[in-house]
C-alpha cells in the first residue's frame, strides 16, 4: 500500500468514528441506559475539543 492511499484511508477514520457514534446513540438496538451514551459522548466530545484547538492554531494570526 503507498503512501497516499494510506492517507486517504486514515483521513476516512473521523467520518466513520462520527457515523459510527451516531448510529450507536440514536439507532442502536442495544443502547440500554446512559452510561452507554457517556462512554460513547465522552470520547466524542474531546475529540471535538481537539479539533477546535488545532484549528485555533492552523488560523492566521489577526
Not at 36 to 49: E, H, K, M, T, Y
Request: proline share 3%; no cysteine; glycine share 8%.
Amino acid at each position: 500500500m503507498g503512501y497516499q492511499t494510506w492517507r486517504k484511508i486514515h483521513a476516512l477514520n473521523l467520518v466513520l468514528y462520527v457515523f459510527v457514534t451516531l448510529h450507536g446513540l440514536l439507532m442502536g438496538t442495544d443502547f440500554q441506559g446512559t452510561w452507554l451514551a457517556v462512554i460513547n459522548i465522552v470520547p466524542f466530545i474531546i475529540l471535538g475539543i481537539m479539533l477546535l484547538k488545532d484549528k485555533q492554531k492552523l488560523s492566521p494570526m489577526h
